[in-house]
């Protein structure tokens, strides 16, 4: 079939590659325009789909805009069968939907309709999901609100972090995709409308979120570092500095919330957790143990 691919981050090129490798034509790329970065912002750095798709030979688009005549007309211009979306960064808007005769797929790291929206992997485990998946969806206007062709559930570890089910469904949902492409190809693709009810929304992390509240039972808290991990980081205050967490893992013990109970066990407001991973500002991720050879607190001491 002819493609195009619509796609920005690292969890997109998998199923890029993957519909490369099954021996789809993927007629054109479009992704996010390259961004500032590089050694003191100086350079513009493409994006990893924008990389990938120029090792495989494929031309590269990166509109400011999908609205009006032109930006249509130029879609139009590909004959696309289908397109694929994952993780584009831009809303498609009707004239664009309209275009492939075979519709758009949506890859969306969720189980609709639960987590439609910007930030489904790190909202399933911020609230203690105990389970997640991927699913194929032809995209209609509404966020997220198409009907659903294919699906794969995936189990949330009590200590898997957001980065690590990052890279579990970037996996899963390449190979999804590229069986939810044979089906269309052959007729069989048949779509389900989502269900009304179980809507939720994972809207975008704000920094206003990322400070790590105490007060909250141990479970919330453990979750909430986990689900930030990697980035942007659940964090607190120490000596007028931030502590990014990284890894915790549920403990035992009870205090005020934020005191040490030993080491890195910090009494929540319910419980306690064990703080196994932490970066302080301006230096590399380490162990606890390494943070505590330098920096132990006192026994007693309470967290910000």
């Given at each position: 079939?002819?493609?195009?691919?619509?796609?920005?981050?690292?969890?997109?090129?998998?199923?890029?590659?993957?519909i490369?490798?099954s021996g789809?034509?993927?007629?054109?790329?479009?992704?996010?325009?390259?961004?500032?970065?590089?050694?003191?912002?100086?350079?513009?750095v493409?994006?990893?789909?924008?990389?990938?798709?120029e090792?495989?030979?494929?031309?590269?688009?990166?509109p400011?805009?999908?609205?009006?005549?032109?930006?249509?007309?130029?879609?139009?211009?590909h004959?696309?069968?289908?397109?694929?979306?994952?993780?584009?960064?831009?809303?498609?808007?009707?004239?664009?939907?309209?275009?492939?005769?075979?519709?758009?797929?949506?890859?969306?790291?969720?189980?609709?309709?639960?987590?439609?929206?910007?930030?489904?992997?790190?909202?399933?485990?911020?609230?203690?999901?105990?389970?997640?998946?991927?699913?194929?969806?032809?995209?209609?206007?509404?966020?997220?609100?198409?009907?659903v062709?294919?699906?794969?559930?995936v189990?949330?570890?009590?200590?898997?972090?957001?980065?690590e089910l990052?890279?579990?469904?970037?996996?899963?949902?390449?190979?999804?995709?590229?069986?939810?492409?044979?089906?269309?190809e052959?007729?069989?693709l048949?779509?389900?409308p989502?269900?009304?009810?179980?809507?939720?929304?994972?809207?975008?992390?704000?920094?206003?979120?990322?400070?790590?509240?105490?007060?909250?039972?141990?479970?919330?808290?453990?979750?909430h570092?986990?689900?930030?991990s990697?980035f942007?980081?659940?964090w607190?205050?120490?000596?007028?500095?931030?502590?990014?967490?990284?890894?915790s893992?549920?403990?035992?013990?009870?205090?005020?919330?934020?005191?040490?109970?030993?080491?890195?066990r910090?009494?929540?407001?319910?419980?306690?957790?064990?703080l196994?991973?932490?970066?302080?500002?301006g230096?590399?991720?380490?162990?606890?143990?390494?943070?505590?050879?330098?920096?132990?607190?006192?026994d007693?001491?309470?967290?910000a």
């Amino acid at each position: 079939m002819r493609i195009v691919f619509m796609g920005t981050p690292d969890f997109a090129v998998p199923t890029l590659a993957e519909i490369v490798g099954s021996g789809h034509e993927v007629v054109a790329a479009y992704t996010r325009a390259p961004a500032a970065g590089g050694r003191r912002g100086l350079e513009r750095v493409p994006s990893p789909v924008h990389r990938t798709a120029e090792r495989f030979g494929i031309p590269v688009l990166h509109p400011a805009s999908l609205r009006g005549d032109e930006a249509a007309a130029v879609f139009a211009a590909h004959e696309a069968d289908v397109a694929v979306v994952v993780a584009y960064g831009r809303i498609l808007p009707p004239a664009i939907l309209a275009l492939p005769a075979l519709g758009c797929l949506n890859l969306h790291a969720s189980l609709l309709p639960r987590w439609r929206g910007a930030a489904p992997i790190q909202r399933a485990i911020m609230a203690g999901d105990l389970h997640t998946g991927v699913a194929v969806m032809r995209m209609e206007e509404g966020l997220d609100t198409g009907p659903v062709g294919l699906t794969e559930r995936v189990a949330i570890g009590p200590d898997m972090t957001a980065g690590e089910l990052h890279d579990r469904l970037m996996s899963i949902g390449a190979d999804l995709m590229g069986r939810a492409l044979a089906a269309l190809e052959r007729g069989a693709l048949n779509f389900t409308p989502q269900p009304t009810e179980g809507v939720t929304y994972a809207a975008k992390i704000e920094k206003s979120e990322t400070r790590i509240d105490w007060s909250r039972p141990a479970q919330a808290v453990h979750d909430h570092i986990r689900g930030l991990s990697p980035f942007p980081g659940a964090w607190f205050e120490r000596d007028g500095s931030r502590v990014k967490v990284l890894r915790s893992t549920l403990a035992a013990g009870s205090g005020r919330p934020g005191e040490v109970l030993d080491g890195l066990r910090i009494a929540c407001g319910e419980g306690a957790v064990q703080l196994v991973e932490v970066q302080k500002a301006g230096s590399r991720a380490m162990p606890a143990s390494d943070y505590l050879r330098g920096n132990a607190p006192s026994d007693g001491e309470v967290l910000a």
